[in-house]
Nanobody, 115 residues
């Protein structure tokens, strides 16, 4: 499975961005997709995940501000980010997990929120 993220960029605090992740390859095996982020000097953390059945899970710091969704083709996952804060600045990574537990990561897209 190959994952390609897009949609990152520079935005002012309070603004919005939408990230996209497109999966290719053996996508039939993908069970869960999600977004993680890593800020400079910090560990990678959960942002949001969504299962093939549509169940979602969010990190505490983004609840109520970010929304994860899947495209109709099921090989695309989106992250709508609203009310962005400077502390949301990070590289955002897309991850897929197969039914067997195999994980794949994208290369990441940088989101910078200015104050």
């Amino acid at each position: 499975v190959q994952l390609v993220e897009s949609g990152g960029g520079l935005v002012q605090a309070g603004g919005s961005l939408r990230l996209s992740c497109v999966a290719s390859g053996s996508i039939f095996s993908v069970n869960r997709m999600g977004w993680y982020r890593q800020a400079p000097g910090k560990q990678r953390e959960l942002v949001a995940t969504i299962t093939s059945g549509g169940s979602t899970n969010y990190g505490d710091s983004v609840k109520g501000r970010f929304t994860i969704s899947r495209g109709n083709a099921k090989n695309t996952v989106y992250l709508q980010m609203n009310s962005l804060k400077p502390e949301d600045t990070a590289v955002y990574y897309c991850k897929s997990t197969s039914l067997q537990g195999t994980e794949y990561w994208g290369k990441g897209t940088l989101v910078t929120v200015s104050s």
